[in-house]
């Protein structure tokens, strides 16, 4: 499956439980780890954990596993790894502190 396709399922299935401030960053050179990060608010831990629930069932509704899911016990912040999609669901004040749009949306060039 393309990324941008696992993109759009990611997003509609957050949009679907009404998550909040979704935003969508392109990493593809700026980390190896992944092409694509999706960040996404929820309203309290029971919706943030919802809300990474509803993204694992449609990935695997279009046969796809996660490859890791952390942060699932407290849901304060949890990362679901979808291989070129990673989504980070999080409390708004979590979500805040570090910042993630600003690390990696404005991540500095290095020249050498």
């Known amino acids: 499956m393309k990324t941008e396709e696992l993109e759009k399922i990611v997003v ?11 935003h969508v960053i392109d990493v593809r050179g700026k980390t190896s780890v992944t092409d694509v990060m999706v960040i996404a608010s929820g309203s309290s831990n029971r919706h943030v954990k919802a809300l990474a629930d ?8 279009h046969g796809l596993r996660p490859l890791g899911v952390e942060g699932e016990e407290v849901a304060e912040w949890i ?3 979808l291989g070129d999609v990673v989504v980070h669901v999080m409390l708004p004040r979590v979500r ?17």
């Open 96 to 112: 805040d502190f570090y910042n993630l749009e600003k690390l990696w949306a404005v991540a500095p060039e290095h020249e050498g």
């Open 79 to 81: 990362l679901v790894d």
């Open 12 to 22: 509609a299935a957050l949009e679907d439980l009404k998550a909040q401030d979704v």
């Open 54 to 61: 509803q993204v694992i069932e449609a990935a695997r509704r």
